[in-house]
């Protein structure tokens, strides 16, 4: 299979790289070139945001493409274009932003979306640049084109800094705020689960929209907190603090402390969708304590410390607030 990654050097992209090439694909990236790409990767420059960006794909030919492009979707839009005719099948990581909010727990694929286009270029709000990239796929791709609604995504090469806020948070141990309830399920998606149903899906030639991420309640933030105690091997405290009481003293949730959201509509819209259509195409999703185990490992290979997007704002509870609330 000869596969064409639209990026490929980050999280979700590096992700698809390396399973692409554990299963003896021949891979090829187009990318800026500030980061390595993977072993094995050919690599094509080019920067889509730059006039005549995509010049290093005016010839060749691949069975598939995965995109995981997150801005201004004109240039989905333009890559499409460019590679239509040469590419038997175009897969794009998506988001379950696009849809409607508030949506009800338990939403599949059909619920409604937010307004976009497909032409849109400059600031543009991730929901509105995701849908209007799903649009410029579905109007030079129909029949052939995927688009992967992951929900929130965690594990090694992470670029966001949630888990490896806790991961280091709780590896410095003493008492730790751990927002409530304790049994809180949650939903996620490991980048190379994510990675691997992706491959799977583009070789079986799946199109439309498909939830991806784990069925609700894979875990709660128990077991995912108490997974970083066991894997960091601090002598963390977990205390276990009601919504109400931090919502009340204005912590953010999500960003404040990540991955958590206090039950209600917005948690309902970020933990509760189905997942049905991917599961029974084949999605499946490793232990939480997987996914916390080899971020940690990652994350002691490259210091402690996880790059970040410089897109998403960072992550985490200040140290002081955080000793404040405890004491309260």
């Not at 800026?32 to 960006?53: M, Y």
């Amino acid at each position: 299979m000869r596969l064409l990654l639209l990026g490929g050097t980050k999280f979700v992209g590096r992700a698809v790289a390396e399973e692409a090439l554990a299963r003896g694909w021949e891979v090829t990236a187009l990318n800026r070139g500030t980061q390595p790409a993977p072993e094995g990767v050919r690599v094509l420059l080019g920067d889509r945001t730059a006039e005549d960006g995509l010049a290093a794909l005016g010839t060749g030919e691949w069975d598939a493409v995965v995109d995981t492009w997150s801005w201004a979707p004109a240039a989905v839009r333009d890559s499409a274009r460019r590679l239509n005719g040469r590419v038997g099948h175009y897969a794009y990581v998506s988001s379950r932003s696009v849809y409607d909010y508030p949506l009800r727990a338990g939403a599949d694929e059909t619920a409604p979306v937010v307004d976009s286009a497909p032409d849109l270029t400059g600031e543009v709000g991730y929901a509105e640049a995701k849908r209007g990239a799903e649009l410029a796929l579905e109007a030079e791709y129909a029949g052939r084109a995927l688009l992967i609604r992951a929900g929130l995504i965690l594990g090694p090469y992470e670029n966001i800094g949630r888990l490896p806020w806790w991961l280091n948070r709780i590896a410095r141990g003493g008492p730790v705020l751990a927002p409530g309830p304790r049994d809180l399920p949650l939903q996620y998606i490991d980048g190379r689960d994510l990675a691997g149903w992706t491959l799977d899906a583009v070789a079986a030639r799946l199109s439309g929209p498909y939830n991806v991420v784990s069925p609700a309640g894979h875990t709660t933030m128990g077991r995912l907190l108490e997974a970083c105690v066991r894997t960091t091997g601090s002598d963390a405290e977990l205390r276990w603090t009601d919504p109400e009481r931090i919502t009340a003293a204005g912590v953010e949730p999500w960003t404040e402390l990540p991955i958590w959201l206090a039950p209600g509509e917005l948690y309902d819209f970020l933990h509760g969708a189905s997942v049905a259509r991917a599961v029974d195409t084949g999605l499946r999703c490793r232990p939480v304590a997987e996914t916390v185990e080899d971020t940690w490992a990652w994350l002691r290979s490259i210091g402690g410390e996880a790059p970040q997007r410089a897109d998403r704002p960072d992550v985490g509870l200040d140290p002081e607030r955080e000793a404040r609330l405890l004491e309260g």
